[in-house]
């Protein structure tokens, strides 16, 4: 019996995921989204300085052209990390229990409050 309730659990944190409604559930949810939104913010200041930085080395020193390439990659790397800390940042939402004023109508309460 404790497999399908560990399941069930699982399912209902999904559904959670990607819900803009939990961004906003308490001051803790909306202080993580404010974090994990600065986190995003500079990996995607530093991935477009990286490719700026690249296209000055491509077009205008010929010797700079090996750093040029690796300012490339760097700044696609930065890139490919910005979604990811969406992703994280969306599970990290999901694990938090949220208040019982923000339950949807015809939930069953929680305990204490929002706290399980």
Same mark, same amino acid.
């Given at each position: 019996?404790?497999?399908?309730?560990?399941?069930?659990?699982?399912?209902?944190?999904?559904?959670?995921?990607?819900?803009?409604?939990?961004?906003? /559930?308490?001051?803790?949810?909306?202080? $993580?989204?404010?974090?994990?939104? %600065? *986190? !995003?913010?500079? &990996?995607?200041?530093?991935?477009a300085i990286m490719f700026v930085i690249g296209s000055i080395f491509?077009?205008f020193y010929d010797s700079l052209l090996f750093a040029g390439t690796?300012?490339?990659?760097?700044?696609?790397?930065?890139? /490919?990390?910005?979604?990811?800390?969406? $992703?994280?940042?969306?599970?990290? %939402? *999901? !694990?938090?229990? &949220?208040?019982?004023?923000?339950?949807?109508?015809?939930?069953?309460?929680?305990?204490?409050?929002?706290?399980?």
């Open positions: 019996m404790p497999v399908y309730r560990f399941e069930w659990n699982k399912v209902s944190a999904m559904r959670k995921v990607f819900d803009q409604t939990t961004r906003t /559930a308490s001051e803790r949810h909306s202080e $993580l989204v404010r974090r994990y939104e %600065l *986190a !995003r913010t500079l &990996v995607e200041f530093f991935a491509f077009f690796w300012l490339f990659l760097i700044g696609s790397i930065f890139f /490919a990390v910005r979604p990811t800390i969406r $992703l994280i940042l969306e599970l990290h %939402l *999901a !694990r938090l229990p &949220v208040p019982d004023e923000f339950r949807p109508y015809g939930a069953a309460p929680t305990r204490a409050g929002g706290a399980r």
